[in-house]
């Protein structure tokens, strides 16, 4: 059983910057493929972006592409969100996902597709 636990959300202003981590444990999630999910209020949780367990493949939703960044740390154990130029419209609980097994390359933008889940971290950005 894998733990996560997302950390680094807060308050900025439009155009600032912002990095989610999110540790995992329990065991190792280095053959993990791994992803970030987002939910504002009264909205389902939408896709943001997913990495492999190699990092050889990573995948964004449109609206964060050119703005965010992920990446793993698999000695670390943790997974990151680096997000620039935030928008209002980015203003949500972020998640962090992780689904067992897969290839190298292989990446998952639904929900459906993860097995375990952290407790989300909030992001509010102001205009």
């Known amino acids: 059983q894998v733990q996560l636990v997302e950390s680094g959300g807060g308050l900025v202003q439009a155009g600032g910057s912002l990095r989610l981590s999110c540790a995992a444990s329990?065991?190792?999630?280095?053959?993990?493929?791994m992803g970030w999910f987002r939910q504002a209020p009264g909205k389902e949780r939408m896709f943001v972006a997913a990495?492999?367990?190699?990092?050889?493949?990573?995948y964004y939703a449109d609206s964060v592409k050119g703005r965010f960044t992920i990446s793993r740390d698999n000695a670390k154990n943790t997974v990151y969100l680096q997000m620039n130029s935030l928008k209002p419209e980015d203003t949500a609980v972020y998640y962090c996902a992780g689904k067992h097994g897969g290839h190298s390359y292989s990446v998952f933008s639904s929900r459906n597709d993860y097995d375990y889940w952290g407790q989300g971290t909030q992001v509010t950005v102001s205009s």
């Open positions: 990495i492999s367990w190699s990092s050889a493949s990573k």
């Open positions: 329990g065991r190792t999630f280095s053959s993990d493929a």
